[in-house]
Nanobody, 126 residues
Framework: QVLVAESGGGLVQPGGSLRLSCAAE????????IGWFRQAPGKGREELTC????????KYTDPAKGRFNFYVDYHTNRMYLQMNNLRPGDTAVYYC???????????????????WGQGTQVTVSS
């Protein structure tokens, strides 16, 4: 079952912006912990941002702070990652994720999530 699916990736020049979207099915985003991750070639999956259930808290890791914005449209049950001032180092496959079986305060890592999208490629290059 495909319960979450990312879109919006592509090729962008340094300094440009992209907005990633993640559509969720069969569950409500405001009831679970959700987040965005990325994985560059040959590297592990890196957390970018996490939002606790009910939007009580939103956490950004250092690569995302000041440049990326994580928000949810609860009417359409979609989550978004607005990425600004992109750099070549942002090149990676980006994933949306949700934790359906546990509720956590965004203090863990990828292992705390049990629902993942297929990923969308973001390439930042001139």
């Amino acid at each position: 079952q495909v319960l979450v699916a990312e879109s919006g990736g592509g090729l962008v020049q340094p300094g440009g912006s992209l907005r990633l979207s993640c559509a969720a099915e069969k569950f409500t985003l405001d009831l679970v912990t959700i987040g965005w991750f990325r994985q560059a070639p040959g590297k592990g999956r890196e957390e970018l941002t996490c939002m606790t259930a009910g939007h009580e808290k939103t956490k950004y890791t250092d690569p995302a702070k000041g440049r990326f914005n994580f928000y949810v449209d609860y009417h359409t049950n979609r989550m978004y990652l607005q990425m600004n001032n992109l750099r070549p180092g942002d090149t990676a496959v980006y994933y949306c994720a949700a934790s359906l079986t546990i509720l956590h305060p965004c203090t863990g890592g990828p292992g705390d999530y049990d629902l993942w999208g297929q990923g969308t490629q973001v390439t930042v290059s001139s």
